[in-house]
């Protein structure tokens, strides 16, 4: 699935659970690890890489360390694309925020501008961590952003030998219907479950033998998120517009929603930005 995974570290909480998780699935994968260390400040220590990288290799696991100077913004992207990197692997706090690798500052801003995934790990207790993935989580609707997280999913549910569960969330909130009333609703639910459908037998169709399909009302982020945790997801798979921004699976909405609260880490996959 990869080949070289990017897990950048500043030594915080948050990045380290990320690079424990990312050394896990290196493992597994048999991919090679590269640490990163972007030093921002003149007088900031470049020793943060010696234990990350000493416990890694202890573990087995092929491992590259770097040490960069600059804007981590700049730095992370540009060396992904120099090393041919397959995907990147970033911590979060979730909810509070605090450090630099957290929502809102870099790793929001990686996940928008990287040309490959990035797969964000909550540095929290209560994120479940299972590897190898049993349960692989799709949220979709009908973008090409969605078109590309199914397929990323069928290829993750294939690798692992996963249950694939394709869920599309219906929020009827915003145009004032009843779930329990409005005909409007039937045809919502209707084209939302054409879509899963569609998508659980393409899976299927590529040898996915464990495939489920579902559709659920409420609000987009906490039906996802929600629908994740009772499902006991150990991966969830989104679609992200990157740079524009426009849509309902956009950083700033729905997707940083999802990345600050989800119960598994999130792996999210950019389309092609067309703008």
């Known amino acids: 699935m990869y080949d070289r995974i990017l897990v950048p570290t500043d030594g915080s909480g948050p990045a380290t659970a990320a690079l424990e998780y990312g050394v896990r699935l290196a493992a597994i994968l048999e991919a090679t690890v590269h640490v990163l260390h972007v030093v921002e400040a003149p007088d900031e220590p470049e020793n943060v890489l010696e234990d990350a990288s000493g416990w890694a290799r202890a573990d087995g696991v092929s491992v590259i360390d770097d040490v960069r100077r600059g804007d981590p913004l700049e730095e992370i992207p540009a060396y992904a694309r120099e090393e ?16 630099r690798f957290v929502l809102g500052s870099v790793t929001e801003h990686v996940v928008r501008t990287a040309d490959v995934p990035v797969l964000v790990v909550r540095g929290d207790d209560d994120v479940r961590t299972q ?34 569960h394709v869920v599309s969330v219906i929020d009827v909130s915003p145009m004032g219907l009843e779930p329990q009333v409005d005909l409007r609703v039937d045809r919502l639910e209707d084209g939302a479950a054409r879509i899963v459908d569609d998508a659980a037998q393409r899976a299927t169709d590529r040898g996915v033998d464990d ?23 150990d991966l969830l798979i989104m679609g992200t517009h990157g740079r524009s921004g426009l849509d309902r699976y956009l ?13 598994a880490p999130v792996l999210t996959v950019q389309a092609p930005d067309t703008d």
């Open 84 to 99: 041919d990197i397959d995907a990147i692997v970033m911590g979060t706090h979730g909810r509070t925020g605090i450090g």
């Open 131 to 164: 590897l190898p993935y049993e349960t692989i989580v799709v949220p979709i609707d009908d973008s090409e952003h969605a078109e590309l997280a199914i397929e990323v999913g069928i290829e993750a549910a294939t690798k692992f030998d996963a249950t694939l």
């Open 251 to 263: 950083l700033g909405s729905v997707t940083e929603r999802v990345l600050r609260t989800a119960p």
């Open 211 to 233: 495939v489920v399909s579902t559709t659920v009302f409420g609000s987009i982020h906490r039906g996802i998120t929600s629908y994740a945790a009772d499902n006991d997801a």
